[in-house]
């Protein structure tokens, strides 16, 4: 089934039970969707605010809502409702918190016999890895875990030996998640299948969890606070790049609204947000709004 912009859907924050777009302020993410009509997000400024100048905040969650087809390369950016909006004087900035994912993977012991045998399995989120042979050159086995993970996440993930640990005789390496897996948290690496000879145990740590996608946000309770970690900007043309969406997958974005002080009043003031993505890693689809 080809993906379609249908599959895509913009819904509040503020939690299961909220269908208010004035609580839409983080949290984990509400089923109610955004409606097309004016004050779907923000409400309308008083005389008062406009004299005075105001700044409020809303967040929402866009999500893939296709079950088997991925959305590559989602950008989101800010399109104008209306001609009129050239000259307003309030301003619209998006923003989200982006980080790349890394997984630390720690074998012990560190030590190995000349002539290791064994091997053992991968699991990240809902897929497995086919058995990873095992090996004491630690170079070779980080390529061979590498290869492994690459053929069910669709490549970029980069494992490397980061060294050993000579406190615990842990040897330690890196995952790192690029590329189409960028911005995004997984599920933390598992060890499976492992008959490793001798005996080693494995744990797994996050040093960083990726964001925005699969992340629920902060939830800043009142329209005028700032979201800690958001960076906020007017985007360019080609907007702001989120990163890819496997099936049901989603994340969180933030609009701030700036009023200046002695802003003039302009009638059904507004933007509409844009989104892009591609059906295949090469093929762009039409821009979509709400």
């Known amino acids: 089934m080809a993906i379609s912009f249908s599959d895509l859907s913009f819904v509040l924050s503020g939690g299961t039970y909220n269908d208010d777009p004035k609580q839409s302020l983080g949290g984990l993410p509400s089923p109610t969707p955004i409606s097309n009509n004016l004050n779907n997000l923000f409400g309308s400024i008083t005389p008062q605010q406009a004299s005075n100048g105001k700044t409020d905040y809303r967040c929402l969650y866009v999500f893939n809502d296709n079950s088997t087809e991925t959305m590559y390369n989602m950008s989101v950016t800010i399109a104008s409702l209306a001609p009129n909006n050239l000259d307003t004087p309030t301003r619209i900035y998006i923003g989200s918190l982006f980080r790349e994912e890394n997984q630390l993977l720690k074998l012990t012991p560190a030590e190995s016999i000349s002539t290791p045998s064994g091997s053992f399995k991968l699991q990240i989120d809902s897929s497995e890895t086919e058995l990873i042979s095992y090996t004491s050159d630690n170079t070779i086995l980080a ?42 948290a997984f599920g933390t690496i598992s060890v499976t299948d492992n008959t490793i000879i001798p005996v080693h145990t494995a744990s797994i740590t996050k040093s960083v969890i990726g964001s925005p996608i699969n992340t629920v946000t902060i939830d800043i309770g009142e329209e005028l606070t700032p979201p800690t970690g958001i960076i906020f900007a007017i985007p360019s043309a080609s907007g702001i790049m989120i990163g890819t969406l496997r099936p049901n997958e989603g994340f969180p974005l933030w609009i701030k609204r700036v009023v200046p002080p002695l802003a003039d009043s302009v009638e059904d003031d507004g933007v509409r947000i844009l989104c892009k993505i591609r059906s295949s890693p090469t093929l762009w689809i039409n821009d979509e709004y709400f």
């Open 143 to 184: 390529t061979r875990m590498q290869s492994a993970l690459n053929e069910i996440l669709e490549d970029n993930v980069i494992v490397t030996f980061d060294g050993i640990d000579t406190d615990t005789v842990t040897k330690i390496f890196s995952v790192s998640f690029y590329g189409i897996n960028k911005n995004k």
